[in-house]
């Protein structure tokens, strides 16, 4: 028998604890196989972040660092400057990186540290319940603004790819969704184009995934990838922001 | 055989490095040392001072409370330091901006124009040379050769004409307080 | 080598790379501004990195993940910086992570001042940071001790896998003394088989945590941890003790404090008093046991400390009621007089009326 799929080398066989329809399993397959394609598995060194992936450090078949809240990109800076030919990467959620972690991440882009930063957006807490984050949209619900977020209380979201894009040790920002197929396989190249971005030397690289969470918006997985499309894309616009030929915001 | 030594001024006056220029010549003559700097906001512009302690035995604390010799660049450090000084010390008086007199009597005041006698040697900048020379003048602590030799360890060797403008401040400061000096700036 | 007169700020640089430390990564605050001066005018001599970062919550999490990687890493701070480590600090007892950590103590609490104080000797010694933990905690009172408790401190932090901590006050790091300073370390890299270095492909990933959300295993964990504890109480105590046999009176202090009671003991031998004196080297662990070289001469136990009295905890535990004990201190950056010590001393041995 013929195997035309298998799961990435790039990946351990822990079972997976996410929600059903969660998209953090699509993220940890689409960077697994970048580190494989590109060859770099083992000398790949990853940092978990706090948030539904802090076991991250569970599945990726590479060498793995839990950190703190927020600090994944010092933590990644640390590593990174001992084993300058290391892949290093941070995997961070909203919370993490765009609210408690938002200096780490900014400094991290200033200094054009050579890592990589993959940074997914579902626009809430995911695994304290529910809570609003700073991506979160105006009128949408969570558990700490049960009224729906408004700018008069809460102000706009934040969009952090347009942000890092004006950094100019940020070499490579590109923002993607999952919501269908043809954009999974989108978001795989972009993961791809991030870690060369790195192996080159070139600077900091960072691909803003946006994601679903059923569990915690209270749709089915596919209400919920709907919900994505119809809602997140038209305030955060998908596309490269920056790359190292210079920046542009097209797909 | 210990010497404690509180040098005083506005930030600017070249006390730490005197503190160190005599904390160094001690180092050279195997003597302990310690210099204690002030720091912070008073280094930058207001008032800066050093505690040096040479001693032939180790030192425990850095801090002086009780000098041997408060050298004062400036009135508020004029202020600070002339009761601490201990009966029979010394007290070096920077007579270019302190006119005030001491009014203690159990102990030596010694006022030298430094800005003066520097400006006239043409390095305004030299007028904390000028006071350590006096000062080794006075106390018989500070050793010419020693000095010099300070001066190359902390200012490195090359810079031969800082080196001598230095030492020309030291003489000078020197000559002023043992009856060498011969030029016509008065006490 | 000979003497040379250094400040402590760069003594304790200078120490450092000469025991092999590579990474350093800090944040600039009075008054210890001269330690990150000096790493980044001469890491990069002898190929290693200096990274001023954006805060020193950043900088010991670099430390974090340059520890995780292998890295001999350093950093250093002070007072309010310190306080903004202890996340990190934390994270690295609980990783199980070795590195260096500097505090030049200045008064506080909040901003404080920046003169010279030992007001953080709780931070340090009863953890900052959340959890059950420990960190070797060493207090220099010269610049030569300084200078050589620093390759002291990396090689307990290797051996222990322990973040170390030397405690100094503002005075230890902004004074000159004479140092002599040791030949660089040429001894190999203590092998780290635990480290993030990348798999190669030939082995099982390396995690570093300290997430343990089964309570069995982070019980399991914690164990481990007391254990190693007990074993760093039993062998790494250190201190210095003087004349406890036949004193009258006994001081414990520490750092430079310690110095300036040395004072205070020779104005009180003038007099014919004798006095001893206990002069803790490691704050964590704690030289409780030193107290029991006391004599049966002893009227009681003065603390003196540039803070409102935090060793003194430590003390009483240490005379277990045996003596009274009585506490001196001076805070705020303010530094006591050895006069008035000795007059403290002189009330406790009956000397001189309350």
Redesign the interface.
């Known amino acids: 028998m013929k195997v035309i799929y298998d799961k990435s080398p790039g990946l ?1 066989d822990s079972a997976l604890h996410y929600c059903p329809g969660c998209t953090h399993g699509i993220i940890h397959k689409l960077i697994a196989e970048a580190l494989v394609d590109l060859d770099v ?5 990853g ?2 972040p706090v948030g539904c992936s ?1 076991f991250a ?2 599945y ?9 809240h927020g ?1 994944a990109p ?10 300058p030919e ?1 892949a290093v990467f941070t995997y961070q959620g909203d919370g993490d990186l765009a609210a408690i972690g938002t ?2 991440v ?2 991290a882009a ?2 054009g540290e050579k890592i990589t930063t993959i940074f997914v957006n579902n626009a809430i807490y995911g695994m304290t319940g529910g809570q609003m984050a700073p991506t979160t949209l105006v009128g949408q619900k969570a558990t700490t603004a049960p009224f729906g977020r408004t700018e008069a209380l809460h102000g706009k979201p934040l969009r952090v790819s347009e942000l890092l894009a004006t950094v100019d040790g940020a070499k490579f920002v590109e923002r993607v969704s999952l919501h269908d197929p043809a954009h999974v396989r989108r978001a795989g190249r972009a993961i791809r184009e991030a870690f060369e971005c790195q192996i080159r030397g070139e600077g900091f690289s960072f691909v803003e995934v946006l994601s679903t969470c059923p569990t915690n918006w209270g749709l089915t997985p596919a209400e919920a990838l709907h919900w994505l499309e119809e809602n997140m894309i038209p305030y955060y616009s998908l596309g490269k922001f920056r790359t190292p030929e210079g920046g542009s915001k097209n797909d | 055989m210990t010497e404690k030594v509180i040098i005083a001024g506005f930030g600017g006056q070249g006390v730490m490095l005197s503190g160190m220029l005599l904390a160094q010549a001690g180092l050279l003559r195997k003597r302990e040392v310690t210099w204690l700097p002030s720091y912070g906001p008073e280094m930058r512009g207001g008032t800066a001072n050093c505690h040096v302690t040479v001693s032939s035995r180790p030192i425990a604390s850095p801090v002086i409370l009780a000098p041997d010799c408060a050298i004062v660049m400036n009135l508020p450090s004029f202020d600070k330091y002339e009761r601490q000084v201990v009966p029979g010390g010394l007290f070096l008086v920077n007579s270019s901006l302190v006119t005030k007199r001491s009014g203690r009597k159990d102990f030596r005041v010694v006022p030298v124009p430094v800005n003066e006698l520097a400006q006239e040697l043409g390095n305004a900048k030299t007028a904390n040379m000028v006071m350590l020379g006096a000062y080794a003048g006075v106390s018989g602590a500070l050793d010419r050769e020693l000095f010099i030799k300070a001066l190359e360890v902390i200012g490195g060797k090359k810079d031969h004409l800082l080196i001598d403008a230095n030492v020309r401040a030291f003489d000078c400061g020197m000559e002023y307080v043992t009856g060498g000096y011969c030029g016509e700036i008065g006490a | 080598m000979g003497k040379v007169l250094m400040k402590g700020n760069e003594a304790i640089g200078s120490a450092a790379i000469r025991a092999g430390c590579r990474y350093f990564f800090g944040y600039p605050i009075t008054p210890q501004n001269e330690v990150p001066e000096y790493m980044s005018r001469h890491l990069p001599e002898v190929g290693g990195v200096f990274v001023q970062a954006e805060s020193e919550i950043a900088a010991i999490n670099m430390v974090y993940g340059a520890a995780g990687a292998g890295g001999r890493v350093m950093t250093s701070s002070s007072s309010p910086g310190i306080a903004l480590k202890q996340e990190g600090i934390s994270y690295l007892a609980g990783a199980r992570l070795p590195c260096v950590i500097v505090n030049v103590m200045r008064g506080g609490p909040g901003l404080g001042g920046i003169q010279p104080a030992q007001s953080d000797y709780f931070q340090a010694t009863r953890g900052g940071g959340n959890g059950d933990y420990r960190i070797i905690v060493e207090a220099p009172s010269t610049l030569q001790e300084a200078v050589d408790l620093m390759q002291e401190s990396f090689d307990l932090a290797d051996r222990y896998r322990i973040p170390v901590m030397l405690l100094c006050d503002g005075m230890i790091g902004q004074m000159m003394e004479p140092v002599e300073l040791r030949e660089a370390d040429r001894r190999p890299p203590v092998e780290k088989p635990w480290a993030t270095v990348g798999t190669g492909g030939k082995r099982k990933p390396n995690i570093i945590t300290s997430l343990y959300l089964n309570p069995a295993e982070l019980e399991e964990l914690n164990l481990l941890l007391a254990a190693q504890y007990r074993e760093i109480t039993e062998r790494e105590t250190r201190v210095e003790s003087i004349g406890l046999e036949g004193a009258r009176v006994v001081v414990a202090a520490y750092g430079t404090t310690a110095r300036i009671v040395r004072e205070a003991v020779d104005l009180c031998t003038a007099k014919g008093i004798p006095v001893g004196l206990i002069r803790p080297i490691t704050l964590w662990p704690y030289p409780y046991a030193e107290f029991d070289k006391i004599g049966k001469d002893c009227l009681g136990v003065l603390c003196v400390e540039m803070s409102m009295g935090q060793m003194l905890d430590d003390v009483k535990i240490a005379a277990n009621g045996r003596w009274p004990v009585h506490f001196y201190g001076r805070t705020g950056g303010v530094v006591p007089d050895p006069r008035d010590i000795a007059r403290e001393i002189e009330v406790i041995a009956g000397r001189r009326p309350v």
């Open positions: 351990t598995l083992g000398s790949a060194i940092v978990a802090v450090y569970q990726f078949n590479c060498d793995m660092q839990e950190a703190a600090r010092a933590v990644a800076t640390g590593i990174k400057r001992v084993h290391a200096a780490e900014v400094h200033v200094r």
